[in-house]
C-alpha cells in the first residue's frame, strides 16, 4: 500500500511539474494550511494544492509544487523536502532528487532541514535526521504539538504544553517552560521565541524570562499558522497570508500594560474590554504580560519601573500591595461604583474602612464538596447552617464506608481559611488566634488526626467523604454538591480568593488603567462572561453565551444561582501574609505531637501574627 501510494504521487508531480503556469482563480479554492518557508519576498506555503508560492502581501506568484505530500520543508540551500508516507524525499529546484530517507514512521505532521539536521514530528514520534551520516534518532511523547530550529545545537519541541530544547544527537532536554494549551512556536532564536495561539501572538524573550503579547487577533476566526523571520511575523488567518514587522514595536506611542494579563487573554471579557479601550484610545496599545509574584513584584513597583500600571492579582499577592497604600481606591470612582451596584452582593470587595481597591476578574468561594452520589448514599440533610460539631460528626459516617473525612496538609487549610476570613485581616493589620474558637477547631483537627481521619498524604487523595477547595455551583458540574463552609456561634463566613485588578497610583499609565477598569467593571463587557466563577450578573439572558449554555444544558437553575448568591453575600476576603504562612507547619506538627499544648498553640500563633502585622 506505501509503495502503491508512492508511485501514484510521482505520477502526479511528473505530470504537473510539466505544466508552466497556473489556472486563474485558483487561489480563491485553495485552503492554506502552514508556512512553509520564507525566501527573501516569497512566502512558501502548504496548501491544498502542494507547496505554493506567495508574496509578501499575500498573492499567489506562482504554480503549486509538489502535490499530495503530508509536509514540506525548505532548506537553507533552497533545496525542497517532502514527506509522504512517513518518507522523507530532498530535491533541487530543477525537480531532480537529490537524497531520500525511508524511515518506519507512518506519517510526518511537520518536518525542517538546516545544513546538518532534518527534524520531524508525528502524532507521537518526534526526533532528527542527519543529513551526512543518514541516521535517524527518533523519541515518542503525547500530545506533540509544533517543533522549531533554535542554534547550531538544539531544536525546540512542544508537548504535553512544554516547550523544551533538546540536542539535536542526544534528544536530551536542556531547557523548559511551561505553555498554554494550543500554543505553537513561530521562530526562535538566543535573542527570543515568537509563539501563538489559535488568537494572539507571544515573544518569550527567553527560557525562564517574560513573556508577552505580541498581537492580538480578537476579530478573526483564528490564526492557522504563524511564522517568524527576524523581520517580519506572517500568519494564515482566515485562509489569508499577512504580516507585521516583527523588528519594530508597535506604532501607537502609549503602551498599558497589564502585568499577569496573559493568564486573561482567551477571556472575552478583556478582548471586549480591549477592543473598547483602543477605540476610545486610539494612540493606546494593551500589552499582557505573565504573572510576577512576591519580591520580584514589589522591587519592581517599589523601584517605580516603567510598565507597572495595571496588576491582576490574587488576594495573597494583594495583600501587601494594600498595606503598602500605594493602589487606586475607587470607592469615589462614580462610573466603576455604579458599575459595581449592578452585580449580586459582594461585600468582600470592600475593605473595612469603605476602601475599594481590587476589580474582581473571577471569584473562588471555597468551602467542603461532597460528591452527589456519597450525599444520596448517606442520605443525611446537610444544610448551608450546618455547624463545626456537625462536620466533625461526620467523621462516623466516613468510618463506616472506609473512608478518611477530608484531605488536607500540615497547613490545615481546611479551616484556617475559614477561621483566617473570621478573625484575621493583615491587609488592616489585624490578626487573632487568641481565641475559643481557634482553640475548638484546632481541637476538632487534633481528633481527627488521632482517629485517621485526615488524609495527609498527597499521593492518596480521593479515598475521601469531604473535599476542601473552590465550590461553585453555578459551574455546570453536577456531580457534587457544594455545602460551604460550618458555621460558628451562627455566623456563615465563607472564605474568597479573589483575583482582581489593581491599579498603581503611581504608575506613568494611571489614568489609561483607571478608564481600561472602567469600561471593563461595566455590564457591556461582563455580559460576555462565561458561566461559573465570572458569573457576576444575575440577568443570565443578557449573557452573550445565552444561546450556547441553553444548547449544552450549562444554564444555571434558580437553586443553583440562589447557593452562589449566598456563597457571595457571606464572602469574606482572605488577606493572609506568606511569610506567616512557612512557619506555621512546624507548630501544627508540634501540636500533634503533643510537644506543645492547644494554649500554647494558639499563643504562638499569635505571637508570629503580631510579629507580621507589626504589634
Not at 551526512?132 to 503525547?142: C, G, P, R
Request: hydrophobic fraction near 40%.
Amino acid at each position: 500500500m506505501k509503495n502503491a501510494k508512492m508511485t501514484a504521487w510521482i505520477l502526479i508531480v511528473v505530470l504537473l511539474l510539466g505544466c508552466a503556469g497556473f489556472p486563474a482563480g485558483a487561489q480563491e479554492d485553495m485552503k492554506l494550511l502552514s508556512i512553509v518557508a520564507i525566501e527573501g519576498e516569497t512566502i512558501w506555503v502548504h496548501t491544498s494544492a502542494g507547496l505554493t508560492p506567495f508574496d509578501a502581501k499575500g498573492g499567489q506568484i506562482g504554480a503549486a509544487l509538489y502535490p499530495g505530500m503530508d509536509c514540506y520543508a525548505i532548506g537553507s540551500d533552497g533545496n525542497v523536502f517532502c514527506s509522504i508516507d512517513g518518507d522523507i524525499f530532498e530535491y533541487d529546484r530543477e525537480g531532480s532528487e537529490v537524497e531520500r530517507w525511508d524511515t518506519p514512521v507512518d506519517n510526518f505532521r511537520k518536518i525542517l532541514a538546516n545544513d546538518t539536521y532534518i527534524i520531524v514530528m508525528g502524532d507521537e514520534e518526534y526526533g532528527t535526521i542527519s543529513r551526512k551520516e543518514h541516521t535517524l534518532n527518533i523519541s515518542t511523547a503525547q500530545r506533540l504539538g509544533d517543533i522549531d530550529f533554535y542554534n547550531e545545537d538544539s531544536f525546540l519541541l512542544v508537548k504535553n504544553a512544554e516547550l523544551v530544547r533538546l540536542e539535536y544527537a542526544t534528544l536530551m532536554d536542556t531547557d523548559g517552560e511551561l505553555l498554554s494549551d494550543g500554543q505553537k512556536v513561530a521562530g526562535a532564536s538566543e535573542n527570543g521565541i515568537y509563539l501563538y495561539d489559535e488568537r494572539n501572538i507571544y515573544f518569550m524573550d527567553a527560557f525562564g524570562g517574560n513573556t508577552s503579547v505580541y498581537e492580538a487577533f480578537w476579530d478573526t476566526k483564528g490564526l492557522t499558522d504563524a511564522q517568524a523571520d527576524g523581520e517580519n511575523i506572517y500568519v494564515i488567518v482566515d485562509n489569508r497570508l499577512m504580516y507585521n514587522r516583527a523588528d519594530e514595536e508597535p506604532a501607537e506611542e502609549q503602551v498599558l500594560t497589564i502585568v499577569g494579563g496573559l493568564s486573561g487573554s482567551h477571556d472575552p471579557r478583556f478582548a471586549k474590554a480591549i477592543e473598547i479601550f483602543t477605540a476610545r484610545n486610539p494612540e493606546y496599545t494593551v500589552k499582557l504580560t505573565e504573572s510576577q509574584y512576591g519580591a520580584q513584584l514589589r522591587t519592581a513597583v517599589m523601584a517605580n519601573e516603567p510598565g507597572y500600571d495595571l496588576f491582576l492579582m490574587d488576594s495573597k499577592t494583594s495583600t501587601d500591595f494594600k498595606i503598602s497604600g500605594i493602589l487606586v481606591d475607587f470607592s469615589e470612582n462614580e462610573v466603576i461604583t455604579e458599575n459595581i451596584a449592578q452585580y449580586m452582593d459582594m461585600p468582600f470587595l470592600w475593605e473595612d474602612d469603605g476602601s475599594l481597591y481590587g476589580i474582581p476578574v473571577r471569584v473562588f468561594t471555597k468551602g467542603f464538596s461532597i460528591t452527589r452520589a456519597l450525599l444520596n448514599e448517606i442520605d443525611i440533610d446537610i444544610d448551608r447552617n450546618w455547624t463545626w460539631d456537625e462536620f466533625f460528626a461526620l467523621k462516623d459516617v466516613a468510618k463506616e464506608l472506609g473512608l478518611r473525612l477530608i484531605d488536607d496538609d500540615m497547613s490545615w487549610w481546611g479551616f484556617r481559611e475559614w477561621y483566617e476570613s473570621a478573625y484575621c485581616d493583615y491587609a488592616a493589620g489585624e490578626a487573632n488566634y487568641d481565641t475559643d474558637a481557634f482553640r475548638k477547631l484546632a481541637g476538632i483537627w487534633k481528633q481527627l488526626s488521632e482517629e485517621d481521619m485526615i488524609n495527609y498524604d498527597p499521593a492518596k487523595t480521593g479515598n475521601v467523604l469531604l473535599k476542601y477547595g473552590f465550590g461553585c455551583p453555578v459551574q455546570g458540574e453536577d456531580r457534587y454538591v457544594h455545602l460551604g463552609m460550618p458555621a460558628m456561634d451562627g455566623e456563615i463566613i465563607t472564605p474568597i480568593d479573589l483575583p482582581a485588578f489593581y491599579v498603581n497610583c503611581y504608575g506613568e499609565q494611571t489614568d489609561a488603567a483607571i478608564e481600561f477598569l472602567e469600561i471593563f467593571s461595566s455590564p457591556e463587557v461582563q455580559f460576555e462572561s462565561q458561566v461559573g466563577s465570572e458569573l457576576f450578573l444575575s440577568d443570565l439572558e443578557s449573557y452573550t453565551e445565552y444561546s450556547l449554555w441553553q444548547m449544552f444544558n450549562w444554564i444555571p437553575t434558580d437553586e443553583q444561582m440562589e447557593q452562589w448568591q449566598h456563597f457571595l453575600s457571606t464572602g469574606k476576603q482572605r488577606g493572609t501574609n506568606q511569610e506567616f504562612n512557612k512557619g506555621v507547619k512546624e507548630l501544627v506538627s508540634a501540636y500533634l505531637a503533643d510537644e506543645i499544648t492547644v494554649d500554647e498553640f494558639a499563643l504562638e500563633m499569635q505571637e508570629r501574627a503580631d510579629l507580621m502585622v507589626g504589634e
